[in-house]
């Protein structure tokens, strides 16, 4: 029994420690990104993969009933994303989404991602190619990340960082962080309503 009541309490520690060490600065300058976004009536669009696109359908609801911004992601409608997936490929299939949904400057993108996507090591390339077309556009590119925060931090105009603490709870301090930073951004006062 104390192997679980020690995993238990490191677990807990862990989340408690990640808490403590995320910028609470990126945070608000994600916020002040989506009052400009909501000011200017633009649109959210979410795109993760994983347990982060599970991630994305949740947040869809959480800006678009809280906060009243226009807020899609394409994994929510599993006939196209498979049909995409099939006829253009897995890696374009978020760029050309974002081309049929007609992607524009007035736009923010919001990456959820463990690593970030990287075509170098041909990691979660849908998300750095779909990044580059929002670039084109001059879309704002906002992400909650891990690891080195991947290509999502090297070009998002603002990225929230969840820190590593442990290598054998990357992916669950991640995606469980996702969803703590995102209420605490879509509950803010600034952005409710």
């Known amino acids: 029994m104390s192997i679980i009541t020690n995993y238990t309490q490191e677990y807990m520690d ?9 910028s ?6 994600t916020i002040k990104a989506l009052v400009a976004l909501k000011k200017r009536k633009g649109r959210l669009f979410l ?5 982060s696109a599970a991630n994305c359908s949740h947040a869809v609801n959480d800006f678009r009933k809280i906060c009243n911004i226009e807020t899609y992601t394409p994994v929510d409608n599993v006939s196209e994303l498979t049909a995409r997936t099939n006829d253009d490929g897995w890696d374009s ?3 050309n989404w974002l081309i049929g949904s007609h992607l524009s400057k007035k736009d923010a993108i919001m990456v ?3 690593g970030g996507g990287n075509l170098e090591t041909n990691i979660s390339t849908n998300i750095p190619k779909a990044l580059e077309y929002a670039k084109k556009k001059g879309t704002v590119i906002l992400g909650i990340v891990s690891r080195d925060g991947g ?7 603002h990225c929230v960082l969840i820190p590593i603490i442990t290598d054998d709870k990357i992916t669950a301090f991640a995606e469980a962080y ?3 930073v995102w209420h605490g951004i879509a509950n803010c006062p600034a952005l409710v309503g």
């Open 151 to 157: 290509y999502t931090k090297k070009v998002a105009t």
């Open 14 to 22: 862990g989340i408690a420690e990640v808490a403590g060490k995320i």
């Open 24 to 29: 609470k600065n990126d945070i608000n300058d």
């Open 47 to 51: 795109i993760g993969v994983g347990g």
């Open 112 to 114: 959820f991602s463990v």
């Open 178 to 180: 996702q969803a703590v």
């Open 93 to 95: 299939v978020f760029v």
